[in-house]
């Protein structure tokens, strides 16, 4: 079983949506259900809350083979540094609680929107990668 974080964005979205396809259990986290619905009418179980609550993600990488980590953009943060940080610890502590095996992280923002079509094509390959 495979957890994608960011499953509604640029990258997430291209690697739970090839994971469903191949027939692959995938959860996803989403801040968003009204964004989700395209996955989770796909099959994608949906666990609703952001990558800062550390409950929410023990509870979605129980059991997990894989998960990419996508530390999101926190537009109406005040303190970008420390938004990061308590994402990035939360992440870190039920990856470690669960003992998953397999972490992909994608964490550089500004980077994404320069190689979105490479970064792509690389998530691509990855997913197919899981399925094999």
Not at 38 to 53: N, R
Not at 60 to 83: I, N
């Amino acid at each position: 079983m495979y957890v994608i974080t960011g499953a509604t964005g640029n990258t997430g979205k291209i690697i739970a949506s090839t994971l469903l396809d191949a027939g692959k259990k995938v959860r996803i986290i989403s801040r968003s259900a009204e964004k989700a619905k395209e996955l989770t009418d796909k099959g994608a179980e949906l666990f609703l809350g952001d990558t800062s609550d550390v409950g929410l993600l023990k509870k979605a990488f129980e059991g997990a083979t894989a998960v990419y980590a996508m530390l999101p953009m926190e537009w109406q943060t005040t303190d970008y540094t420390e938004s990061q940080i308590a994402h990035s610890k939360a992440i870190t502590e039920a990856l470690k609680e669960c003992k998953v095996k397999y972490v992909v992280s994608l964490s550089s923002q500004e980077l994404i929107w320069k190689v979105v079509p490479a970064l792509c094509l690389v998530c691509i390959r990855w997913s197919r990668c899981l399925i094999r």
